[in-house]
């Protein structure tokens, strides 16, 4: 079946580490975004590729690095440069063509906490 | 800047009863998504919305769009426990922003026995 497997499901950060969360898809897709959620509240963006080797800033992009070496990968790492890393991660992915109507498909998604 | 907005962020209601929750957004947009999250789990498409009047319906849920009036509408019919989580809306532009999307800050929905 195709998916996107996000891994670890739980992780925790010490003060000053950075750490990075997985993301793997094999639906063929171009695009991959990751977003951040805060208990009751909506979805924000952090970063997006739209292509191999290509990523763009989100809306809070800040504390945040990312890379897309690969078309199914696109690993996040949260650096100790984020004071408030404890939320929900969600990596998501899509098809990359003009105006295509498919929604994104979201991972099972990541809870960051700090130690 | 796109501005996504929901609401009522909060509704909590009867099993039976019928119910609308609106997303109002800021800039032109060429499609609008609904996603449903339930507690602690990732986030489901329900609906994708392209054009000015475009309906959709799955089981109790019905939805809309009103491109000239920046306005999409989540129609709940006869609600039941099973559809308590909580409702998002997206929205996206090829022309300003690309493949990314907006998301509204969500509609926690309660429906009670």
């Known amino acids: 079946d195709g998916g996107i497997t996000q891994s670890p499901k739980y992780l925790f950060r010490k003060e000053g580490q950075n750490v990075t969360l997985s993301c793997e898809q094999n639906l063929n897709h171009d695009a991959m975004y990751w977003y951040r959620q805060d208990p009751g509240q909506g979805l924000r963006l952090i970063y997006y590729s739209q292509i191999v080797n290509d990523f763009q800033k989100g809306d809070i992009a800040e504390g945040y690095s990312v890379s897309r070496e690969k078309k199914e990968s696109f690993p996040l790492t949260v650096t100790s440069a984020q004071k408030n890393p404890t939320a929900f991660y969600l990596c998501?992915?899509?098809?990359?063509?003009?105006?295509?109507?498919?929604?994104?498909?979201f991972g099972d998604g990541t809870r960051l906490s700090i130690l | 800047e796109l501005k996504v907005e929901q609401n009522p962020l909060f509704l909590s209601m009867q099993e039976g009863k019928n119910y609308t929750i609106y997303c109002n957004y800021s800039?032109?947009?060429?499609?609008l998504y609904w996603y449903r999250q339930d507690p602690g789990k990732s986030l489901e498409s329900l609906f994708v919305l392209l054009s000015n009047g475009a309906v959709k319906q799955e089981g109790r849920l019905m939805a809309s769009l009103d491109t000239k009036a920046r306005l999409s509408t989540l129609h709940i019919t006869a609600a039941v426990h099973d559809l308590s989580a909580t409702y998002f809306c997206a929205v996206g532009s090829e022309k300003t922003s690309g493949s990314r999307l907006t998301f509204g800050e969500g509609t926690q929905l309660t429906v009670n026995p």
């Open positions: 998501a992915s899509s098809i990359r063509t003009a105006f295509s109507n498919q929604p994104q498909h």
């Open positions: 800039t032109t947009s060429d499609r």
